[in-house]
């Protein structure tokens, strides 16, 4: 069992001792500011696994030399529980946040099976390893997919959820809706489901961030991708939504926010909890003209664009109530869109190729 006096640097009492916390896909793109996150907070020590099917050791490196400390990692595949019980014997862990799963939705969409078993299988196999090794605090990297087509706006917890539109976002509300059936039989869990809205920025040093594989599927990765030079122009999916300017309207969040949501949530597993859902979001929303704009005034570029037919499968308008997370996390956004757009473009200047080397 790894012991934490390396970590503590004296303080005495047990009560003060930082606490373990594994981190399911923590070399990803969201995981990796969370991880940043909790090693600035003297209370936790993030232990990260990740099978890198979709991140790169060089993101953990960065974080280490940003941080000035080691992150444990252990590059285990979660879809087998003996990777993940060698981890679980090394430390004991106070609460696990599980980001890991696969995220592509048009992949999804092509491929639903591969979706279903490993991001279902995944979830499931790390919940039955932390039973077994008696650790009850979760907190579950959701979506704001889960309420599929807005019925009323802002979007709050209690809209019913399960309507998504492709396979990923269904793995997001079936794993939503385990942790919910766990939390009545197991009263000693604590979990809670992190609904995130639009993730885009990242963190100011432009060390980490964002790195989408091929093509990026996203509003933010593209255009940062245009701006650079890699993409010849944008496209605008949809110019006939019933919107203030036509365009699809999001409520982006930049990550380091999200990022320390994830830290105010931690906080809430202490108490008796059940499962309990918080939208992270800001509360506003951004139009694709907006953002387009917001990115050209960030990185001094035109940002030439082409106006397109709708995407299948995307809404017009999504945005959220922040009251729950504001009242019960004590956690609020205040990153703003300039903000976000300046941390994107940074990354993307001082990384046109992501974390490989040109
Ligand atoms: C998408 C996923 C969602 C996932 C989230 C992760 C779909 C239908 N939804 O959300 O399940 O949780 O990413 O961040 O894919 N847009 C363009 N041009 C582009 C790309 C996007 O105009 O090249 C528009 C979209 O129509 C939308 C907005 O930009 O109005 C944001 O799109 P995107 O960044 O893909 O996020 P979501 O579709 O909201």
């Given at each position: 069992?790894?012991?934490?006096?390396?970590?503590?640097?004296?303080?005495g009492h047990e009560e003060d001792e930082?606490?373990?916390?594994?981190?399911?896909?923590?070399?990803?793109?969201?995981?990796?500011?969370?991880?940043?996150?909790?090693?600035?907070?003297?209370?936790?020590?993030?232990?990260?696994?990740?099978?890198?099917?979709?991140?790169?050791?060089?993101?953990?490196?960065?974080?280490?030399?940003?941080?000035?400390?080691?992150?444990?990692?252990?590059?285990?595949?979660?879809?087998?529980?003996?990777?993940?019980?060698?981890?679980?014997?090394?430390?004991?862990?106070?609460?696990?946040?599980?980001?890991?799963?696969?995220?592509?939705?048009?992949?999804?969409?092509?491929?639903?099976?591969?979706?279903?078993?490993?991001?279902?299988?995944?979830?499931?196999?790390?919940?039955?390893?932390?039973?077994?090794?008696?650790?009850?605090?979760?907190?579950?990297?959701?979506?704001?997919?889960?309420?599929?087509?807005?019925?009323?706006?802002?979007?709050?917890?209690?809209?019913?959820?399960?309507?998504?539109?492709?396979?990923?976002?269904?793995?997001?509300?079936?794993?939503?809706?385990?942790?919910?059936?766990?939390?009545?039989?197991?009263?000693?869990?604590?979990?809670?489901?992190?609904?995130?809205?639009?993730?885009?920025?990242?963190?100011?040093?432009?060390?980490?961030?964002?790195?989408?594989?091929?093509?990026?599927?996203?509003?933010?990765?593209?255009?940062?991708?245009?701006?650079?030079?890699?993409?010849?122009?944008?496209?605008?999916?949809?110019?006939?939504y019933a919107t203030r300017d036509g365009?699809?309207?999001?409520?982006?969040?930049?990550?380091?926010?999200?990022?320390?949501?994830?830290?105010?949530?931690?906080?809430?597993?202490?108490?008796?909890?059940?499962?309990?859902?918080?939208?992270?979001?800001?509360?506003?929303?951004?139009?694709?003209?907006?953002?387009?704009?917001?990115?050209?005034?960030?990185?001094?570029?035109?940002?030439?664009?082409?106006?397109?037919?709708?995407?299948?499968?995307?809404?017009?308008?999504?945005?959220?109530?922040?009251?729950?997370?504001?009242?019960?996390?004590?956690?609020?956004?205040?990153?703003?869109?300039?903000?976000?757009?300046?941390?994107?473009?940074?990354?993307?200047?001082?990384?046109?190729?992501?974390?490989?080397?040109?």
């Amino acid at each position: 069992m790894a012991s934490l006096t390396n970590h503590v640097n004296g303080r005495g009492h047990e009560e003060d001792e930082p606490k373990f916390v594994l981190v399911t896909g923590g070399a990803g793109y969201i995981g990796s500011h969370v991880v940043l996150e909790l090693l600035k907070d003297y209370r936790y020590v993030p232990v990260v696994v990740d099978n890198l099917d979709n991140s790169h050791p060089e993101c953990l490196h960065r974080i280490e030399a940003l941080s000035g400390k080691k992150v444990p990692f252990y590059p285990v595949d979660m879809m087998y529980k003996d990777g993940l019980r060698e981890v679980f014997k090394k430390y004991n862990f106070s609460s696990a946040i599980h980001l890991a799963g696969l995220k592509a939705v048009g992949e999804s969409v092509e491929n639903p099976m591969k979706y279903y078993r490993v991001n279902i299988g995944i979830a499931l196999n790390l919940v039955e390893v932390m039973k077994e090794f008696g650790v009850g605090k979760l907190l579950f990297s959701s979506s704001a997919t889960v309420y599929g087509t807005p019925k009323y706006l802002p979007l709050d917890e209690n809209h019913e959820t399960g309507a998504c539109s492709n396979p990923y976002g269904k793995t997001k509300f079936f794993i939503e809706e385990m942790l919910k059936d766990l939390s009545q039989v197991e009263n000693d869990w604590n979990i809670v489901l992190l609904r995130y809205f639009n993730p885009i920025g990242a963190h100011e040093s432009g060390e980490i961030g964002e790195d989408p594989n091929g093509i990026p599927a996203n509003l933010m990765p593209f255009l940062t991708q245009v701006a650079v030079g890699k993409r010849k122009e944008a496209k605008v999916f949809g110019t006939d939504y019933a919107t203030r300017d036509g365009t699809g309207l999001r409520d982006y969040i930049h990550v380091v926010d999200l990022a320390q949501g994830h830290v105010a949530a931690l906080a809430k597993l202490e108490e008796k909890c059940g499962c309990r859902a918080y939208n992270l979001g800001t509360g506003k929303s951004v139009s694709v003209l907006e953002m387009i704009a917001a990115v050209e005034k960030a990185s001094g570029k035109k940002i030439p664009y082409v106006l397109c037919h709708r995407r299948e499968g995307d809404v017009g308008e999504m945005y959220c109530d922040t009251t729950k997370a504001e009242t019960e996390l004590k956690w609020k956004a205040t990153r703003s869109l300039d903000q976000m757009c300046a941390d994107s473009w940074n990354w993307q200047r001082k990384n046109p190729t992501g974390y490989k080397t040109a």
